[in-house]
């Protein structure tokens, strides 16, 4: 079978994207980007996270690659702040408190009872940062102890 010169760029090109493709999967299976942020959940933090939804929190943070960029990533917040900071932020928050200025205020939560209030603190500390050579079974021990 003769190709013509045509046909030859488009076998070419069909075997460099499939070589590619192999290369790069082969490389993400061996060593598949480290994982950087966990989400412990539990019962409180799922009521937590149904609130966060409900509160529209997600139309100004990002979690997991969800979300713009209108306040901080909220990845991880959970190592950073502990609970009661976390409480009384949501209660009164301020701006400059987070890694570069923000243009739009964040507002405080208004309309919850104190269990939903809980619920969402818990929601937000259950966001840990992975030191390296953590896994997310041994930061769920530590959490739960
Ligand atoms: C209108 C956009 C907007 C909405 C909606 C919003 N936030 Fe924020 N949030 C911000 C901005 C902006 C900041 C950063 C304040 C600063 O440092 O200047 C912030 C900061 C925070 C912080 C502190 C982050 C850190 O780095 O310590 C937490 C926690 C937080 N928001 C949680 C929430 C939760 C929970 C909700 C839903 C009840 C919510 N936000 C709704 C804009 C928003």
Not at 48 to 71: D, K, T, V
Not at 104 to 117: F, G, H, I, N, S
Request: proline share 6%.
């Amino acid at each position: 079978m003769v190709l013509r010169s045509g046909e030859w760029v488009v076998l070419v090109g069909a075997v460099l994207i499939i070589g590619f493709s192999v290369v790069s999967g082969v490389i993400i299976y061996v060593k598949p980007p480290p994982v950087e942020y966990a989400y412990l959940e539990n019962e409180h933090t799922i009521a937590g996270e149904a609130i966060y939804r409900s509160q529209g929190c997600g139309a100004c943070h990002e979690i997991f690659g969800n979300g713009p960029s209108f306040g901080p990533k909220l990845d991880g917040v959970g190592s950073k702040r502990d609970k009661v900071w976390l409480r009384a932020y949501l209660l009164k928050p301020r701006s400059g408190v987070s890694d570069r200025p923000y243009r739009l205020k964040m507002q405080p939560v208004a309309d919850l009872t104190d269990e939903e209030l809980d619920a969402l603190v818990d929601y937000l500390e259950a966001l840990k940062k992975l030191n390296q050579g953590d896994n997310e079974a041994d930061i769920s021990a530590r959490h739960d102890s």
